[in-house]
């Protein structure tokens, strides 16, 4: 087995036809069964692609809260019955890619043999859950596939092309904005001069304050947060002029005053439901200020103090960080991290202590149970599990996402660099 | 003031005997008369209480249904059935109406009826009522807006006629109102072309330990009163109703004079045996599953034609995903079969707090089976949004909700749809006629009541946050407290850098395992 997960053959086929049959066996219980294995989320889409080819706004269906992008590219499943999967298989196609580009990371970046780059791919390539929600038509695999294309970019020194990428990876989901901070701060000259002649010149050192801002402002730098911006404002504004102000309501301002009553892993669920409801009696209204310790630990702290030690681990604490503290998250979110696990995994106290890597996933799963026996406790057998069950259980989730955010975070800090193989690409 | 009485009765084979009926100069008297009661009042606008005047002359039209959740039988010809509760469509005349509908609506039927409005234009304006599509078009009889509310009494409305209607003493006229409490149903019905105010109430049967009428009816004060007493006779045509009977003017008449007509119906009743009951399945969780029970003996079409339909009215805690509802294998396997109409609040996000409108009205195609051999289970799949928390002792985290009864007809196509409205017993803005033609027939089942005995009418219990059990302060500051001990946690590890740094054993101990 383990020889077998080495091999290319075996795994990029064996990712193919597992999303095959899965493709497959969506279409039989679709068209034989009332209970659909199609993600609600996929009607959304179609629904709204079908609007906007009859010359109508995508915003026209209900709960449509996406860039007109993905309506857009979902058109073909407006041609007919047997286009209808074209979304799922563009997602699926999407999972292989990301999958395909963690393996030319891994090679590239980490030196890591190619058997070996491919086992750890594995976790991403063969990974059940990642190929169900694909296949059912849920749109995060485009966002893996977006978030690691970034990284590969920038490991390629593409850096104008990693700043397209990021501003359409915004322009889809808005949390890949973390992901500037700690790029940024990553490249800086030490990380640009490891390649031996490099294109971006390297700038003298000075005590001089204005030198030393011009000197943080090396081209790399200028380059990516320029070439993100302008892409990530060109579609806002293309949509816009189009589509007007249903699209920034929808697809931004939604997620500003979207109340998230409803139950989910967040550990301020509770919160919000209570205080967002008649009931509330507090004046404080603290959770407002839930966005506080999230982005100063996602887009602040981790990235400043991380990623110039290894890009891709801190982008997976900053992504675990900023699904941890989240003020709603469910199970499609942790898709954002699971993409970074690959580049983390091979170097983490997790695998070289294996009872750590245990006691970590069983909490994990078993925070999750926790919660779900509760929810599904108030969801079907209609027991007001709210309190203190649900809320609870979202607690001790909550708690142990941030003791495996931790580890995630002492390894990064401590882990000594030599261990860590993670560069710029060098030239052979 | 003109007021119209028509009893009808209950066994036809059994007739009537005239002589029960004693005419006088200025009254009748019905003596142990088996059957159901329609009492008509129409008023000129000048006979109305002022406020009422204020609100109706800024509507074009306003129809009050009121049905009750006891269950009684239908006899024809009033036997269309509104869901159980309170039912209000009209057609604004000026946009200011709403909150002045929303205040008299609460006088009237009482203060605790949700009924949201708002005067500012920049909102949305018509909160609490909803505009149901209406298919008939422009020959429609139906308002634009529609409102309804789970309501049993209408103890409320009978305490308001009382005060504004009889004077301090006139027990007589108190008596005669407090019969209200037992009607089946009430409607009241307003139009600015007529000006003219029509109530009616209607009931099944006497409420007298005999279930027989006993009653003296005298000429209101400048006004006029007819009686009648009629019985259902077979018709020529499938479409109408032909009544046999007695019609007597009271003042006019010295004694009753026999009658015998016949005119196109809208509505038709069907055997006794076509009933129906409806549940919820246990346990109900946060999506319900409303069931409705059709025997086998009523599921045979009345006439060519004919199509089975349930129409609902639910109360804004419950609520309809249309999108499911629109995969063929989806409604088949409710025994449903098509989403005709849904108007309301459809909003599949927003908790109830924030639903200003009463509900949402929605009207379903059933199956109906090749073969009418067995009984038919329609389940319909609905959801409920998050209510708002409780702090109560004894509810164990539940609130409990009353959801009315659907109504389930045959909707048929008919022939001479347009002479309906001739009819002095049409009957319409029912909720559903209007999402019909004009020339549509209705045959409705007679709604049964569950076992355990809430009517026609069924509580939901809705789980909901309970504060008794964990207080909203220990909540608000439980869940900011661990998210503070979380992030300093999480920092407190981003620091363990600069402190393990120095001592170097961290680095160390990684370092030596990593070999």
Known sequence: MPDLLSSPVFVYSGAVLLRVVLLFYGLFQDNFSAFKYTDIDYYVFTDAARFMSHGKSPYARDTYRYTPLLAWLLLPTTWGRSWFSFGKVLFAVADIVAGYLIVLILKSSYRMPGGRALKFACIWLLNPMVATISTRGSSEGLLGVMAVALLWAVTQKQIALAGVILGVAVHFKIYPFIYAISILWWLDDEQLSRESGSKYPKNGQSGNRILNLLNFLNPARIILAATSFVSFMTLNGLMYSIYGWPFLEQSYLYHVTRIDHRHNFSPYNTLLHLNSSPAARSTLKLESLAFLPQLLLSAVAIPLILAKKDLPSTMLAQTFAFVTFNKVCTSQYFLWYLIFLPFYLPFSSLLRRPTLGITALVLWVLGQGLWLQQGYQLEFLGRSTFVPGLWLAGLLFFMINCWILRIIINDINFLQPSSRHFALKKSD | ?515
Not at chain 2, 319 to 344: M, Q, R, V
Not at chain 2, 376 to 391: A, F, K
């Open chain 2, 1 to 515: 003031m003109k007021e119209r009485i028509t009893y009808i009765i209950r066994n036809p084979k059994l007739g009537f005997e005239p002589s029960n009926l004693e005419v006088a100069k200025a009254s009748i008297s019905v003596s142990s008369l088996d059957g159901a009661k329609e009492h008509r009042i129409t008023l000129a606008l000048a006979e109305v209480p002022q406020e009422l005047v204020r609100v109706l002359k800024n509507c074009h039209e306003l129809h009050i249904r009121w049905a009750t959740s006891r269950e009684h039988d239908s006899i024809a010809p009033y036997v269309s059935r509104v869901t159980p509760g309170l039912h209000v469509f009209y057609t604004p005349l000026r946009e200011k109406a709403t909150k002045r509908l929303c205040s008299l609506i609460q006088k009237l039927f009482g203060s605790y009826l949700k009924c949201v409005s708002t005067e500012n234009i920049l909102i949305n304006f018509w909160s609490a009522f909803t505009t149901p599509p209406n298919i008939s078009g422009r020959f429609s009889h139906s308002a634009s807006r529609q409102y309804f509310q789970p309501l049993e009494s209408t103890d409320n409305l009978v305490a308001y006629i009382g005060q504004t209607t009889c004077s301090e003493h006139n027990y007589e006229c108190k008596l005669r109102v407090h019969d209200l409490l037992t009607a089946d149903y009430i409607d009241g019905d307003y139009d600015s072309i007529s000006h003219a105010v029509n109530l009616r109430a209607y009931w099944s049967q006497s409420h007298l330990t005999d279930k027989l009428w006993w009653e003296t009816h005298h000429i209101p004060a400048n006004g006029s009163l007819e009686v009648g007493v009629l019985i259902n006779e077979t018709p020529d045509e499938e479409e109408e109703l032909r009544y046999s009977g007695f019609l007597t003017q009271v003042g006019d008449d010295d004694k009753p004079s026999p009658t015998l007509f016949s005119f196109p119906a809208r509505h038709h009743p069907l055997p006794q045996s076509s009933t129906f009951k409806a549940s919820f399945r246990i346990p109900s969780g946060l999506h319900p599953t409303y069931s409705v029970q059709l025997p086998a003996d009523s599921l045979t079409p009345p006439s060519r034609d004919c199509y089975l339909h349930s129409y609902l009215t639910l109360p804004s805690p419950l609520f309809i995903d249309k999108y499911p509802l629109s995969d063929p294998l989806f409604l088949a396997s409710h025994n449903l079969k098509a989403l005709h109409s849904i108007s309301g609040a459809t909003d599949l996000e927003a908790p109830d707090w924030v639903t200003d409108a009463w509900g949402s009205a929605v009207l379903f195609e059933i199956v109906t089976p090749p073969s009418a051999k067995e009984s038919l289970e329609v389940t319909i799949p609905t959801h409920l949004r998050y209510l708002s928390p409780i702090d109560s002792r004894t509810a164990q985290g539940l609130r409990s909700l009353l959801i009315p009864y659907p109504s389930v007809f045959w909707a048929c196509n008919a022939e001479l749809g347009s002479q309906f409205s001739t009819s002095p017993f049409d009957r319409t803005n029912l909720g559903y006629d209007g999402l019909f033609g004009p020339k549509t027939v209705f045959y409705y089942f007679n709604p049964s009541g569950p076992v355990n005995g809430s009517g026609l009418a069924n509580f939901l219990d809705v789980p909901v946050l309970d504060l008794n059990r964990t207080g909203a302060g220990m909540v608000e500051w439980g869940t900011v407290f661990v998210i503070l001990v979380g992030t300093a946690w999480v920092c407190w590890s981003l620091m363990g850098d600069f402190v393990s740094w120095g001592k170097g054993g961290r680095e160390k101990e990684i370092g030596n395992k990593s070999d």
